[in-house]
């Protein structure tokens, strides 16, 4: 009902299930517009081929980190 809503979603990598990448490919699907940060506690180097990436829609930040990091990486994408 509100996926034209969503702009940007937080997704950590190693959710208990594994299904991290998953949850992207659900995002995409109700709307290729929204910004995936996928978040780890280890660098996130290399993505699944499976994975139909949209355009300037995925991004990385790994953990620990703070609300300045934080703010930095959102900004632009809600400000856009």
């Known amino acids: 009902e ?6 940007l979603a937080i997704v950590d ?27 780890s506690g280890n660098p996130v180097t290399e993505f699944p081929s499976w994975l139909n990436i949209p355009p300037n829609r995925l991004d990385t930040i790994d953990k620990p980190y703070g609300m300045k990091e ?9 400000e856009a």
């Open 2 to 7: 509100h996926s034209g809503d969503i702009r």
């Open 13 to 39: 990598i190693g959710l208990p299930d594994g299904e991290g990448w998953k949850v992207c490919e659900g995002l995409w699907a109700l709307n290729p517009d929204i910004t995936v940060f996928m978040s």
């Open 70 to 78: 934080l703010v930095d990486k959102v900004r632009p994408v809600m």
